[in-house]
Each structure stands twice: as structure tokens, then as C-alpha cells.
């Protein structure tokens, strides 16, 4: 090979199903590299070991390798590092390998090896008292570094085992592996070293994230273990006189629980400190065979992972492992905060009583902030209120509203005072924006809140009392929306007949909702016919966003024609509004309490409103 990295797919060594395709132990040195490679097809040299590469008494470089396909009929299905051997593997694809006994993709027995960057994923076997579908280290040292291990099977140590080693696992994600024992970490009279590393979505009998037994000694520091499975210890299960460090470190949401300690055979001891532990120390089974030395530092809240359905684990800037002890977990802030805070209202109250605002009257709105997150807000959380249209006639007296803090599940209300000039015109719209903030927060971003607001619409010289709007909806599946402004829009509240979990809206595709919004429109569906009346604050303008494509909205508290709909910038394509009533037809009006699908040439903006 050239040592060109780009044809790795298309230079291939195959080993017919009938040998190893390549082997060292002839003394080679780091200096001897072997690179640009497609391995493959490999059975085992010596043994039955070693189905890709068989190393022995040699320490090669192994770069920019794809290793696949190969079987070991005893250990390293991808790669063996046999005796006497310290190679560095780097930048290595190992994939599809079987084995029988130990290293799915790498065995290192009685030897020593650097893994770094490398992924290896889906590797198996199905054979009893197999170690480690990605990685086994037995009577071994090394490291294990910026690599991924993922989707590997094994009966113990799905992700990676270590018998009898004391290895250094830094950087790495092991996920979403396998096995009876230690889905993602198996340990026996081992003394494991793991730093900065993510063991999340593994499961197994015991020990979803990391099992440790027979006089391991575990040191774990600012690694996040997380949503790991198991019917006992879906984070850490220890037994046999185990001794885990755990220092920095997030355990949440493994179930069904963090931290177990086997009932009987020695006990074990588990030292925490300053560390994000899901139910805190009580949520640790002892079985009453085990020490826990609980130190200063630890915290038992929500890490607000960014996004781990997917796979992200970095945290919000509003974490606590980074405001309420700094540096937990693994990865660091990786997103804008996550504050859950909701606004309720208007309340409106016009000074003659009359629910109408009349010209030179002052007018009191009241806002409802809550804070519906786990978080307790600690640095003057508020509300602004502003006009998005401004009108020299109308002042907003105190514009901003602050508090000290607010406590999970706290509610506070916000008032404000609005002025109409003696000289404003009756008729005039009056749009009003109120916005959850904090105080100085362009200063303090891990304190600050995103889209989340309240706009709504006030006439001079117009009743703003609650209007109801009456829809009826056929049985089975339906386009609706909310023409109303309420503080109830869970749909199980407003239809009485709805089937549970048939709420729908779509952006790109569909999403499962609960509750309704304003201007956005919703698939679902009843189990009869039914008549709704939306009761709430009236709606008289929405502004909006469309994504370019398909999109499903919905009006206001009135029927607007489609040609009066306000579209700027001439996004909506002619004769794409649809409506749906056990079919789909162009409709030509946008009415109260359904929606609509719209198609719009390009990302964008369109206002439905009354017109005058």
C-alpha cells in the first residue's frame, strides 16, 4: 500500500475464510506500521486466535485500518495481542467480528496495547463465558482513549472486559452493548482506571453500565453513566470484596437503580464525592453487605443532558453539575440552558371596570410565571413586557418585572401598567410581547430562557372579555387548532372523546404533543362525533413560520378568507391550502378551531389577522 488512507476499502487483504491475514512476531517495533487496509475474511492463526491480525512477542503500529468480517474460534476475533507484546492501534474500524472466548474485536493477553481513537462496534458472541464483545484486556496493561465501543455482545463485559489488568479507559463512549454481566464494563480482580469517559444505553442481566467483582478496585472521575439497563445495578453492580472511587462522576436514569451491592460474598466499599448520584446515597442498594463513604460534594439532581436520545451527554449551561459544583460528567456544557418556565396569561383589567380599554385609560396586565423544571432559578428571574409594533401613544409604565429567585414548581405573578393617549384612535391594535428573562442575562447565559413568551393582541375601544368558539368535529381523525388564548390546552382537557396519544404536529415529520398552541395545527383523533367550545381570550392576529415544504397551522378566534392571509415575501405556493374533512380539498378560508396544510416555497413568515 501506498499508505494512502483514502482506498482503504479498496485495498484488501482477505483471508479466504481459511487463515489470518496478517501476523507479527518476528520482534517488530512501533516503527513497523501496517496502514491503509481493508482486513477481512480472517480465521484464526495460532489456536483459533487472532481472525484479523495475530500479534505475538512484536509491537507494530496499526493505522487506518478497516478490520471486518474475520472469526476467532478462541480469542480476538478482530485483532490479538498475544505475549510479550505492546503495540499502538489507532484510527482502526473493527466491525462484525466473532469470537468465542475473549475480544470480539481486540483480546491483549499478557501483553500490553494502546488503543486510540479507534471504533469498534458489532462485534459478538453467543458463547458462554465469553469476555468482552469490543475489548478484553486479560493479565494486561494499556489504554483505551478517544475511541467508541458500541453495539457489541459478550456474555461478560458486552462493551469491554478486564481480568487480572490495569488499564486506563479515557475519552471513550461505550454504548449501547450487551451481555449477562456488565453490559458496558466488566471487571474481575481488576483495577480499572476510567476518566472522562460516557457509558450510557448498555443493558445486561447485572450491571447495565459496569460490573465489578472478585477484588476489583475501580476508579472512576468525571465520567457520566447514564440510561443503562439491567434487573440489578443498571449503573454499577460490585461484589466479592470490589472497591469503586468514584469522584466527579454523573450516575442518572440507569435503571433500576444507580448503584447495587451484591448481598453476600465479601463485602464491597464504594467512596463518592462530588458527583450527580439519581436518589442521592439513599437511592444506593446495600443489601447491608457493603460500606458507602459518602463525602462532601454531591448533588442528587437532573444533569439537563442536552439531547440523550441521541447520544449527546454533554450538559446545558444551566446544569447543575456546572452551577451547583462545577466540572461533573464527562463531556461540559454542549447547549444553551434548558430552563423549563411556562407563561400564563393575560390577565387584563381596564380602570372603568368595563372590560374595554378605552382611550386615556390605563390598563393592568397580569402574566403567571412558573417554573416547571427541576432546577430551582437562583439570579432574578422576570418578565419584560414590550410592544412588537411600537405606538407613541401607548407607554408601558414598568416594562420590567423581577424577582430573586424562583423555586421548582414556584408561580409568580407579573403586573404591569399600560397607558392609551386621550388621542389614540378606537380600533388601533395594541400587540404586546411578554418574555421570561433574567436579570443581566446576556451577562449570565446559563441563567437565560429561550422562546418562552406570550404575544397577544388588545383593540382600543374593544372588549377583551373571554369569547367561546364552537367547532364540531367528526369520528375518527381530524385537522384542529386552539382559537382561543387558555391556561388549560392539554387536549385531553378540551375533547372529551379524544383517543389517548393521537395528538400530532408535524415539522419535517410527526411529533406526539399533549398540549395545543396557537397557530400550530394537530392530527387528532375521536372516538365519536363531538362538539368543542373553545373558551378563552380571543385571538385576532398570529404571525407565522413556515419551513419551506409542507406545514400544518391554524387561525385565529375568527374565520379568515384566504386571500386576506398577509404572506410578505410570497412564500405560499398558489392553491396549496388544504383542508381535511375524511378527505383533503383546497379551501379557501381559514376557520376557528381547525387547521390547514400549507405549502410554502421557501423558509418564512405569514400573518393571519382580522381585517378592518
Not at 247 to 268: K, M, V
Request: glycine fraction near 12%.
Amino acid at each position: 500500500t501506498t499508505g494512502d488512507t483514502v482506498y482503504i476499502e479498496e485495498t484488501v487483504i482477505d483471508g479466504s475464510s481459511e487463515t489470518c491475514p496478517a501476523t507479527f512476531w518476528g520482534g517488530e517495533t512501533r516503527d513497523a506500521l501496517l496502514t491503509g487496509f481493508t482486513i477481512q475474511n480472517g480465521l484464526g492463526c495460532v489456536y483459533g486466535q487472532g481472525g484479523g491480525v495475530y500479534i505475538e512477542q512484536s509491537s507494530p503500529t496499526l493505522d487506518h485500518l478497516i478490520i471486518q468480517n474475520n472469526i476467532a474460534t478462541t480469542s480476538g476475533g478482530g485483532v490479538l495481542v498475544n505475549i510479550g507484546s505492546n503495540p499502538l492501534l489507532k484510527n482502526l474500524i473493527i466491525r462484525d467480528n466473532s469470537f468465542a472466548m475473549n475480544g470480539g474485536g481486540i483480546s491483549v493477553s499478557s501483553a500490553s496495547a494502546d488503543i486510540e481513537n479507534c471504533k469498534i462496534y458489532n462485534n459478538h458472541s453467543v458463547e458462554d463465558y465469553s469476555l468482552g464483545g469490543g475489548i478484553s484486556f486479560s493479565g494486561s496493561n494499556g489504554t483505551i482513549s478517544g475511541s467508541v465501543i458500541s453495539n457489541n455482545i459478550a456474555e461478560s463485559g458486552g462493551g469491554v472486559s478486564f481480568y487480572s489488568s490495569s488499564p486506563v479507559v479515557a475519552e471513550t463512549v461505550i454504548i449501547s452493548n450487551e451481555a449477562e454481566y456488565g453490559g458496558g464494563l466488566y471487571s474481575n480482580n481488576a483495577n480499572p482506571n476510567i476518566d472522562h469517559s460516557v457509558i450510557v444505553q448498555n443493558s445486561a442481566e447485572h450491571g447495565g453500565g459496569i460490573y465489578g467483582r472478585i477484588n476489583s478496585d475501580i476508579n472512576i472521575q468525571n465520567t457520566t453513566i447514564s440510561d443503562n439497563f439491567s434487573t440489578e445495578g443498571g449503573g454499577l453492580y460490585l461484589r466479592n470484596n470490589s472497591t469503586t472511587w468514584v469522584e466527579r462522576t454523573i450516575f442518572w436514569n440507569d435503571s433500576p437503580q444507580e448503584i447495587f451491592l451484591h448481598p453476600s460474598e465479601g463485602a464491597t466499599q464504594l467512596s463518592v464525592s462530588y458527583s450527580d448520584i439519581g436518589g442521592g446515597e439513599e437511592g444506593i442498594v446495600t443489601n447491608n453487605n457493603g460500606y458507602v463513604y459518602w463525602f462532601g460534594g454531591n448533588i442528587n439532581s437532573d444533569p439537563l443532558f442536552c439531547d440523550p436520545e441521541s447520544g449527546n451527554y454533554f450538559v446545558a449551561a444551566n446544569s447543575p453539575c456546572q452551577i451547583l459544583s462545577s466540572d461533573i460528567g464527562a463531556l461540559g456544557v454542549g447547549c444553551d440552558a434548558l430552563w423549563e418556565f411556562a407563561l400564563y396569561g393575560p390577565e387584563l383589567s381596564d380602570a372603568s371596570g368595563n372590560g374595554i380599554w378605552e382611550p386615556g385609560e390605563n390598563l393592568s396586565v397580569s402574566v403567571t410565571m412558573c417554573n416547571e423544571g427541576t432546577m430551582d432559578h437562583t439570579f432574578y428571574p422576570g418578565v419584560t413586557l414590550s410592544e412588537i409594533f411600537p405606538n407613541p401613544d401607548i407607554t408601558i409604565n414598568n416594562s420590567e418585572f423581577w424577582w430573586y429567585g424562583m423555586y421548582s414548581g414556584q408561580c409568580e405573578e407579573a403586573g404591569f401598567i399600560l397607558n392609551a393617549g386621550g388621542s389614540i384612535p378606537p380600533g388601533t391594535e395594541v400587540v404586546l410581547l411578554a418574555e421570561a428573562t433574567a436579570l443581566n442575562c446576556e451577562n449570565n447565559p446559563e441563567f437565560c430562557m429561550n422562546d418562552t413568551s406570550v404575544e397577544f393582541l388588545i383593540q382600543i375601544g374593544t372588549s377583551f372579555d373571554e369569547t367561546t368558539v364552537e367547532v364540531q368535529y367528526s369520528q375518527n381523525w381530524n385537522l384542529i387548532g386552539l382559537p382561543v388564548i387558555t391556561n388549560d390546552s392539554g387536549y385531553e382537557s378540551i375533547f372529551e372523546g379524544a383517543v389517548s396519544g393521537t395528538l400530532y404536529s408535524f415539522d419535517s415529520g410527526y411529533t406526539a404533543e399533549t398540549e395545543l398552541v396557537p397557530g400550530t395545527g394537530y392530527w387528532i383523533r375521536l372516538e365519536s362525533d363531538e362538539q368543542v367550545n373553545f373558551t378563552g381570550g380571543p385571538i385576532q392576529e398570529l404571525i407565522l413560520q413556515l419551513s419551506e415544504g409542507w406545514n400544518l397551522i391554524s387561525g385565529i378566534s375568527v374565520s379568515v378568507p384566504v386571500e386576506n392571509i398577509i404572506d410578505p415575501q410570497g412564500i405560499i405556493i398558489e392553491g396549496t391550502i388544504y383542508q381535511f374533512n375524511g378527505g383533503y380539498a383546497p379551501s379557501d378560508v381559514i376557520e376557528p378551531g381547525r387547521a390547514y396544510w400549507v405549502r410554502s416555497i421557501v423558509e418564512g413568515e405569514i400573518i393571519v389577522q382580522i381585517l378592518y
